[in-house]
């Protein structure tokens, strides 16, 4: 699949993007165009820095918050991997899998049991990310209920 572009994807062309660089600190840099985007991620990998993408994208303001969040074309899941992940933490609850295999065929369970089609997924290092595509873009007013429908299947 040389020709899968996953912010193509999942991104709508309208808003502007946001990535993330997380090591030490956070940088959560804004950009118009693709080609920024690139830009700025190739920066951070050159500096060792982990690069990540807003999933939706963002209105004026230069923040994630959820009101600046403005463009939708996806639906996704972070499942969390790693021993860690794996262990109760303070309050008993459990916030992942010991490993990738088991987060995947867990994950792979529960989209047989609801019914959910098939998503793109993808090996975010430590864990899985996966998204299901929506058929339009759709604004946050719009997405928010498909949002919570699947947060309540997960619960």
């Known amino acids: 699949m040389a020709d899968f572009d996953l912010l193509d994807a ?3 062309e309208e808003g502007r993007y946001c990535v993330l660089g997380i090591s030490r600190y956070v940088d959560q ?3 118009d ?3 920024e985007v690139d830009e700025i991620a190739q920066e951070f990998v050159s500096n060792g820095v982990n ?3 807003g999933c939706a994208k963002f209105g004026d303001l230069n923040n994630r918050k959820h009101e600046n969040a403005k463009y ?3 639906l996704w899941m972070d499942i969390d991997c790693g021993p860690t992940k794996a262990e109760p933490d303070e309050n008993g609850v459990i ?3 010991i490993d990738q295999a088991t987060g995947l065929a867990e994950f792979q369970k529960f989209c ?3 019914g959910l089609r098939r998503p793109i997924v993808v090996n975010s290092g ?3 990310h996966v998204y299901w595509l929506l058929d339009e873009v759709v604004d946050r007013k719009h997405w928010n209920p498909l949002s919570k429908a699947l947060k309540s299947l997960c619960h």
Request: aromatic share 20%; glycine share 8%; net charge positive.
């Open 10 to 12: 999942v991104l709508p």
């Open 29 to 31: 840099r804004f950009a």
């Open 33 to 35: 165009t693709r080609e």
């Open 51 to 53: 690069a990540f993408f």
């Open 72 to 74: 939708f074309k996806a």
């Open 95 to 97: 916030k992942g899998y």
């Open 112 to 114: 047989k049991t609801v």
């Open 126 to 128: 430590n864990g899985i």
